[in-house]
């Protein structure tokens, strides 16, 4: 390479340390927001080629990241933090389809997923939730496994 590091961009740079990273072929590899200063479609395409260096590679990769999509399309197994304290580990599908609390299911999908307060009022086949803005409502379907708070 002729250019100096601090005559490259910052996805140029980002890119270099990544490879000279992968290049030792370490067991563990630690990624700390690796793309964030990518605009889209770079991000996009470094997404990909991260995720085939890491089936050719077969190191463990730790990525730490804030942005979803990364987190769902590049994960095996996925540990979400609340506040420094780990709300849920599992797969990306294990945590999109049974997220463990509040705070998962907020964080994980997009749109992002709305909560409204309601009460179970009689839990069964034809059960009744109360919504404060909008009264009782009958649920389409069998309620007997959920509890009330």
């Known amino acids: 390479m002729q250019r100096k590091p601090?005559?490259?961009?910052?996805?140029?740079?980002?890119?270099?340390a990544m490879g000279r990273a992968m290049a030792r072929e370490p067991d563990i590899l630690l990624f700390d927001e690796p793309l964030s200063n990518l605009d889209a479609s770079l991000r996009?395409?470094?997404?990909n080629e991260i995720a085939r260096l890491h089936k050719r590679l077969?190191?463990?990769?730790?990525?730490?990241?804030?942005?979803?999509v990364e987190a769902m399309t590049l994960a095996?197994?996925?540990?979400?933090?609340?506040g420094g304290q780990v709300e849920q580990v599992g797969?990306?599908?294990?945590?999109y389809e049974?997220?463990?609390s509040l705070f998962v299911a907020g964080f994980l999908g997009s749109p992002r997923m709305n909560f409204l307060p309601v009460s179970l009022q009689a839990p069964g086949r034809s059960s009744l939730i109360d919504i404060p803005a909008l009264g009782m409502k009958s649920l389409p379907f069998d309620s007997s496994n959920l509890t009330a708070d």
């Open 58 to 68: 077969g190191s463990t990769m730790i990525y730490v990241t804030h942005d979803q």
């Open 76 to 82: 095996d197994k996925i540990v979400v933090l609340n």
């Open 44 to 47: 996009v395409q470094m997404r």
């Open 98 to 100: 049974r997220p463990a």
């Open 91 to 95: 797969s990306p599908r294990e945590l």
């Open 6 to 16: 601090r005559e490259l961009s910052g996805g140029q740079r980002q890119r270099v």
